[in-house]
């Protein structure tokens, strides 16, 4: 039975979602910023015909925002990802296994529906059901591999004439599209590597396809073996319902203006070790190596500099945010200095572990079942929205908290920040 794989990319997606529940900007061009509005991250297709690029400080486009009236907003990570969920439910209901490869793609394998629908068709529902329920555009490429069902999505999306969907299931369709695509095109294809592809005359992929798998992976590697394989129809690269475990997790900010004092620079390492306590249970495991890190900017040169991280072990390995806060607080008492002025914290957990799978330390009671219970019910009344449990630690004014001068309003997760229709 021959594979299918379908890849559905949202039109993007920062900048759609900021559009939106704004309809007045439907054909304005609009940039999503970054952290502490620093740079551009997203851009809308009138702003990208403006030649606004990807990672531009904000600062270097002030004549063109003026010029061009674009709009700006600040990156809205509740309102993306409660969009993004909505389209995930929408293919998780429509298609056998789906894979969600980032917040605004995934894939969906079809493999054996050829006989029960036309592929084209069921693709093209899909995408109007997400047009309608959700108001996003999106892409979709059709294939047997998932290497060339990213290349069909970027025809989807380069090509109107396509209706943002194509079908690349015949060999004649693919190659004829790989021919006309450039080699840097292809997925897993950097700037490097086809720079160094081209230097060996491989300039499209269909050059890549055809070449020699065993030569491909001699001067280069395994994974673009796999590549050439994929482009070839032959698929490599199964469906991942299930993510691996992290190896880590991180959470880090820069501060919105520079802290100078010193219980100010503790409550933001509280909040971002809660926080990071609140991803790890997530991914359901416990952790044994803790990691702490304040810094002034290395942008000012006029400024004395500091930048040290400590890291610490745990007894036994813990997802309990007060074991947690615990330890970050000893450490940042270490690394404190006086006299400078901080720009960046951050918290970063590894060195995991299953729960039930770690030999524990036979004095330590962290890991009772009334800890996890502590930790279950704080996590449900944060997550439900009707309240919020914090830790004295964190504070109850954060006046450090990242610039967001452009944030639009929490539109489908506060029922203050609904639309009005009068």
């Known amino acids: 039975m021959q594979t ?5 990319d949202c039109n993007n997606f920062y900048a759609s979602c900021e559009k939106l529940f704004r309809p007045d900007l439907k054909h304005t061009p609009v940039v999503v910023l970054s952290n502490n509005d620093g740079c551009v991250v997203a851009r809308s297709k009138e702003a990208k015909a403006l030649g606004i690029n990807m990672g531009v400080p904000l600062f270097h486009i002030r004549e063109q925002i003026k010029q061009h009236g674009i709009v700006c907003f600040s990156s809205n990570y509740a309102l993306y990802a409660n969009l993004s969920n909505r ?3 929408i293919l998780e209901e ?7 490869y980032s917040i605004d793609e995934a ?5 054996g ?8 068709t069921f693709n093209q529902h899909i995408k109007a059901k997400i047009d309608q329920w959700t108001g996003i555009t999106v892409g979709i490429g059709i294939a047997p591999t998932k290497t060339l069902a990213k290349l069909a999505n970027h025809a989807a999306k380069k090509y109107p004439a396509t209706g943002s969907v194509v079908d690349l299931m015949c060999p004649h369709r693919q190659r004829r599209l790989m021919s006309i695509v450039d080699v840097s095109e292809v997925w897993g294809v950097g700037k490097r590597l086809s720079q160094r592809l081209k230097a060996q005359g491989i300039h499209t992929a269909l050059d890549l396809a055809n070449a020699n798998p065993k030569a491909i992976r001699r001067d280069f590697s395994v994974v673009l073996e796999r590549t ?12 991942e319902s299930h ?6 997790i991180v959470c880090s900010r820069s501060f919105g203006h520079k802290i100078t004092d010193k219980a100010a620079l503790r409550e933001a390492v509280a909040r971002y070790t809660t926080r990071a306590a609140e991803k790890l249970r997530d991914e359901g495991c416990l952790c044994r190596v803790v990691n702490v890190f304040i810094r002034t900017s290395p942008f000012v040169s006029d400024e004395p500099q500091y930048s040290k991280t400590l890291t610490a072990e745990l007894p036994s390995p813990t997802d309990d945010t ?17 006299g400078f002025r901080y720009a960046k914290a951050g918290v970063m957990l590894t060195d995991f572990y299953e729960r039930k799978c770690f030999q524990s330390d036979l004095f330590n009671t962290s890991h009772s079942a009334k800890s996890a219970a502590l930790m279950t019910v704080v996590d449900q009344i944060n997550q439900s929205g009707l309240g919020r449990v914090f830790f004295a630690s964190q504070g109850t004014s954060s006046t450090w908290s990242m610039k967001r001068e452009h944030l639009s309003p929490a539109y489908t997760t506060r029922w203050d920040n609904l639309k009005t229709v009068y």
């Open 322 to 338: 007060r074991d947690l806060l615990e330890i970050t607080n000893a450490i940042f008492q270490q690394l404190y200095r006086d």
């Open 243 to 248: 993510h691996p475990t992290k190896k880590q």
């Open 87 to 89: 389209v995930m439910t």
């Open 4 to 8: 299918a794989f379908a890849l559905v």
């Open 113 to 120: 529906l050829d006989p029960i629908v036309d592929l084209l």
């Open 107 to 111: 894939f969906m394998d079809l493999t």
């Open 228 to 239: 050439v394989c994929e482009l070839n129809g032959i698929s490599c690269l199964a469906l």
């Open 94 to 100: 429509e298609a056998p296994q789906v894979e969600i």
